[in-house]
């Protein structure tokens, strides 16, 4: 137990130490190569919105760097669907040997990909889904369970309100979601629309927050003066609930577990903001459910297999921790699983 704790931390740390909130977010950098013998790789990234995304493009620039033997072309979509689509048209008018593709949306991307298979360049998709009726359209995914994520989230707020008898009817909740229409966000948002049906909390509105915190703060901001009894806020990612954050202290309120005595609970998901981490170990946002954004490993141990002429797996979820400073839940179980709760303390080195 000590060791996984131990493992755990270092993991987080890790996280903290390179995943700095103040780092800009990446623009379109295209790099070409021309030398033979090298793996060519293009990356539509579906933008720069969050902490999140920057330590993504990070990975995947670090793993398919020049030194390491690879060309890699990133092309940032900005947030829309079109610009990728461009981008994956361009990659296979210039024959790349792979395409790695990281979805703004779900929906709508049969012809693209129908274009890149008839081209014979496999396509990997990272993170979001892509929702395509024919599954050979690309080679594999890899990425995090939005929904048991959004579950973690929802079985630590439920045994919060047992352990504080609070009755579920008290928790007035409002989620500040993610894009619409990416995985990350419909996972997330259903494990809290399940969870609220089934416990019986008042979840008073769902608004879109984009996963800025710009966005977090607007919409937090405009909760807070329609609803004066709100007092839990879900934020689909970290940099949303350093906007509602600011938005709730403007307001005058303070946040915090201690519902009853009129805190807002501030629950959040990812992990990678040092900021947001740092609000965890003091306990302003009463828990964090990881994401984890180094996806570049991992698609390169893809593209090896593929190399090798072995079939990876279909789809590849990755192992994912839960953070609180609230030492009175250790352990959550979700369908059977369990899963435990890294608790955060303040003489964590390097806080
Ligand atoms: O949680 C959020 C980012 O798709 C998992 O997108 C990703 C999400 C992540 O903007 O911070």
Excluded at 29 to 58: K, V, Y
Excluded at 84 to 99: C, E, K, L, P
Excluded at 292 to 298: D, Y
């Amino acid at each position: 137990m000590k060791k996984l704790y131990a493992a755990m931390m270092a993991f987080l740390l890790c996280i903290m130490v390179a995943g700095c909130g103040s780092t800009p977010a990446t623009n379109a950098i295209s790099e070409t190569e021309t030398e033979d013998g090298r793996i060519t790789i293009g990356f539509s990234q579906l933008g720069a919105e969050s902490d999140w995304r920057s330590m993504n493009t990070e990975s995947m620039k670090t793993t398919f760097s020049t030194a390491r033997g690879y060309n890699l072309i990133i092309e940032d979509g900005q947030q829309k669907q079109a610009n990728q689509i461009t981008a994956i048209r361009n990659f296979i008018q210039q024959g790349v040997d792979y395409i790695v593709l990281a979805p703004v949306t779900e929906n709508g991307w049969e012809t693209v990909l129908s274009e890149a298979q008839d081209a014979g360049i496999p396509v990997i998709i990272v993170d979001r889904m892509v929702a395509v009726e024919d599954d050979s359209l690309f080679s594999c995914w890899v990425g995090s369970d939005f929904e048991l994520e959004g579950k973690k989230a929802a079985e630590w707020l439920h045994q919060y309100s047992i352990l504080n008898e609070l009755a579920p009817e008290t928790l007035h909740i409002v989620n500040i979601q993610g894009t619409l229409g990416a995985s990350a966000q419909l996972g997330r948002t259903k494990a809290l629309e399940d969870a609220a049906a089934e416990f019986g909390w008042d979840l008073l509105e769902e608004a879109p927050g984009d996963f800025t915190q710009a966005k977090g703060e607007e919409v937090m901001a405009e909760l807070l003066d329609k609803y004066s009894q709100l007092n839990v806020v879900y934020c689909e990612n970290d940099n949303e609930a350093l906007g509602a954050i600011e938005a709730i202290e403007d307001a005058g309120r303070v946040v915090g577990s201690d519902i009853a005595n009129g805190e807002i609970m501030v629950l959040s998901f990812d992990g990678v903001n040092r900021s947001a981490v740092q609000y965890a170990v003091e306990g302003k946002i009463s828990c964090i459910t990881e994401c984890n954004p180094l996806h570049g490993p991992r698609v390169e141990a893809i593209i090896e297999a593929l190399e090798a002429g072995q079939t990876p797996e279909k789809f590849e979820y990755v192992d994912e921790a839960i953070y609180s400073c609230f030492d009175q839940i250790t352990e959550l179980t979700i369908q059977n699983q369990s899963y435990p709760v890294t608790i955060l303390t303040p003489d964590m080195p390097e806080l």
